[in-house]
C-alpha cells in the first residue's frame, strides 16, 4: 500500500525497504498464475547490507488447504545482504523445512549479486529441480534428497520480496544504510507443449 516500498520505474520492478519504521513489499502471483513444471527465472539486481533479506521464490497454491510446510517451498534464490557473493537455493517440505531445508549456497569469488543484474532461475520436472545463475547449474533436488514427502507435484505461485531482519539474516546494524532496493527487469515462466 505504500508506492515508497513497490513500484515501477525506468522499466524495472523496485521492491524497496525503508528504515523508521522498518517497511518493504511483497509482489505474488497467488491466484493470478500458477503453474506446475517449467522454466521459471527472474533478472535480479540485488540490494546489500547486514539485515537485509531479498528472495525470489515459489510457494503451492494449496497452502490455505494444506498449511506450510505441507505445501510445498522452492527458494530459487534467497540473499543475505551482509553476503554480497552468496545466494541460497533451497527447498521446504513436510519433514525438511525451515533450518532443516534441502539444497546449497552459490558463492561467485570474483563478483557480487548487488553490482549488476543477474538472471536466477529452476527448470522443474516431475523427477527433479535444477537450480541457476545464468547458465551454471549449482544444484539438483530429487526426491531421493528429501528426508520427507515430495510435494512438487501440483502448481506453485510465484513471489519476490525484501524482508529486513529475521532468524536467517539478523537485524540491520548502524552500517546498514536505507533505502534498499532490489530491482526486478523480468520475470519469465516457459513451459513445455
Known amino acids: 500500500s505504500e508506492p515508497d516500498n513497490v513500484k515501477i520505474e525506468d522499466g524495472l520492478l523496485k521492491i524497496t525497504a525503508q528504515c523508521v519504521p522498518y517497511t518493504s513489499a511483497r509482489v505474488k502471483t497467488q491466484g493470478l498464475f500458477e503453474q506446475v513444471y ?34 510445498g517451498e522452492i527458494d530459487i534464490m534467497e540473499y543475505r545482504g551482509q553476503e554480497p557473493n ?10 525438511y523445512s525451515g533450518a532443516g531445508g534441502v539444497g546449497r549456497d552459490l558463492t561467485f569469488d570474483n563478483d557480487r549479486f548487488d553490482a549488476d543484474f543477474h538472471v536466477f532461475a529452476i527448470e522443474w520436472d516431475t523427477e527433479y529441480i535444477d537450480f541457476f545463475v545464468y547458465d551454471i547449474h549449482h544444484l539438483r533436488i530429487t526426491p531421493e534428497d528429501v528426508s520427507g514427502e515430495w510435494v512438487y507435484d501440483h502448481p ?28 526486478v527487469d523480468y520475470v519469465r515462466v516457459f513451459k513445455e507443449i
Open 86 to 95: 552468496i545466494i541460497h537455493s533451497t527447498v521446504h517440505g513436510p519433514g
Open 38 to 71: 517449467g522454466r521459471f527465472e527472474a533478472r535480479i539486481k540485488m540490494p546489500y547490507g547486514q539485515g537485509i533479506w531479498p528472495a525470489f521464490w515459489l510457494l503451492g497454491n494449496n497452502i490455505e488447504e494444506v498449511s506450510w510446510p505441507q505445501c
Open 156 to 183: 506453485f505461485f510465484i513471489i519476490l520480496n525484501v524482508a529486513v531482519g529475521g532468524n536467517y539474516v539478523g537485524s540491520p546494524n548502524q552500517n546498514t544504510t536505507f533505502p534498499q532496493t532490489m530491482e
